[in-house]
């Protein structure tokens, strides 16, 4: 059973966004997955290395898209992305060294940040560039 189910209140407007924010529901839930049914450790952290190599693409994404359209939220932003990316390269580090293990909450932990993230930021980006005319 996945954890986030990709919906049309998740959607922002901006297609390639959209496309790249179901590729990060999808690792969730395949890191999910892969803890959920016990996989070995190499499994779990191959998941876990997937997902923050994209969502650091990502991110790198949105940043562009914010510098290109001069958006005025970019500094704010780009700190929720930093923030996130601290503490899941963090998680990481542990994970590898057998000092932390990929558990319910730090899979409610992702799906929480990622979609309130989606709701509360991303969203007012889209709505912001496509005034601007990006779709």
Do not use: C
């Not at 997902?51 to 700190?79: C, K, P, S, W």
């Not at 558990?103 to 709701?119: K, Q, S, Y």
């Amino acid at each position: 059973m996945p954890l986030i189910t990709w919906s049309y209140m998740l959607s922002t407007g901006i297609a390639e966004q959209d496309a790249q924010h179901k590729k990060l529901v999808e690792l969730i839930n395949q890191l999910n997955e892969a803890q959920y049914t016990g996989q070995d450790k190499d499994i779990q952290g191959g998941a876990l290395a997937q997902l923050i190599d994209y969502t650091v693409y990502h991110f790198g994404y949105e940043e562009a898209l914010m510098n290109q359209y001069d958006d005025e939220d970019t500094a704010r932003h780009r700190a929720e992305h930093s923030k996130f990316v601290q503490v899941v390269e963090g998680f990481q580090q542990q994970f590898e060294v057998g000092a932390a293990l990929v558990t319910a909450d730090l899979m409610h932990f992702l799906r929480d940040w990622l979609t309130g993230h989606i709701m509360k930021t991303d969203k007012k980006m889209g709505q912001r560039l496509a005034q601007q005319g990006l779709s």
